[in-house]
């Protein structure tokens, strides 16, 4: 195992784990399939993702509540270069999305969780709710193949109800950080929405197979993608009934 980063050792104490609880009923979230998740040992967590990694912060609470485990998370390499949000993401023990630190983190036995989304996925419109914006992205499934590590899909729902994404500005994202993808979200209430967080951690995937070969990574990636799915797709549908 790694060094404790500051939050697993904050997570340990008394106001660590109060912290936690308040987080879990503030949101009134739920964590449903934990026998999937491991208490010991290497896991590469893939979901969902949504704006401020809201979604981040309250399954790292229901973790250190049902397993005692700090997830470590990757991600986007980018806002690395931001002092602050460096400085956010070493307390926290989230390292730049890159496959060899994720690799080496699953290989010292870490539970470490990753959107393969990222940014397209948390910055999305709100017409786009619940769809998983990856692209043609494997890179994920080449790391845990790499680290013989499970991938456990984990599917959120509730969390893009937080905000409603009514637009992009087009200026001072891409200024920042020089790519359109950084276009800032702008939302109809800074106030997250009083919606209930349900996360379904699901049966983990078989990553058996050579990480370097196309066929194979594609299996993995299509059987986490449609595990998601499985959860996502019927509430999405749903929710566009309404």
Not at 71 to 85: I, K, N, V, Y
Not at 108 to 133: I, N
Request: glycine content about 8%; aromatic content about 6%; proline content about 7%.
């Amino acid at each position: 195992m790694t060094r404790p980063t500051a939050l697993e050792r904050f997570a340990a104490t008394l106001a660590g784990k109060r912290l936690a609880r308040m987080i879990q009923e503030r949101f009134r979230a739920t964590l449903t399939g934990s026998e999937h998740l491991p208490r010991e040992g290497a896991a590469l967590i893939v979901g969902n993702h949504t704006l401020l990694g809201i979604d981040s912060i309250v399954l790292t609470a229901l973790l250190q509540l049902e397993l005692g485990r700090t997830p470590r998370f990757l991600a986007e390499r980018t806002l690395f270069r931001a002092p602050l949000s460096k400085a956010l993401f070493d307390a926290i023990g989230a390292v730049p999305g890159e496959p060899e630190a994720a690799t080496r983190l699953l290989e010292q036995g870490e539970l470490v969780g990753v959107y393969p989304g990222g940014v397209d996925d948390s910055f999305k419109l709100a017409r786009d709710a619940y769809t998983l914006r990856w692209g043609e992205r494997a890179g994920f499934a080449k790391v845990a193949m790499r680290a013989k590590a499970p991938i456990v899909p984990v599917a959120a729902l509730g969390i893009d109800e937080l905000f409603s994404v009514i637009a992009r500005e087009p200026l001072l994202g891409r200024a920042l950080l020089g790519h359109e993808k950084y276009d800032l979200p702008i939302v109809a209430s800074l106030v997250p929405r009083e919606v209930p967080l349900r996360y379904h951690a699901l049966a983990p995937v078989d990553t058996s197979g050579d990480p370097d070969n196309p066929v194979d990574i594609a299996r993995v990636r299509t059987a986490t993608f449609d595990a998601l799915e499985s959860v996502l797709a019927p509430y999405r549908d749903a929710l566009a009934a309404r």
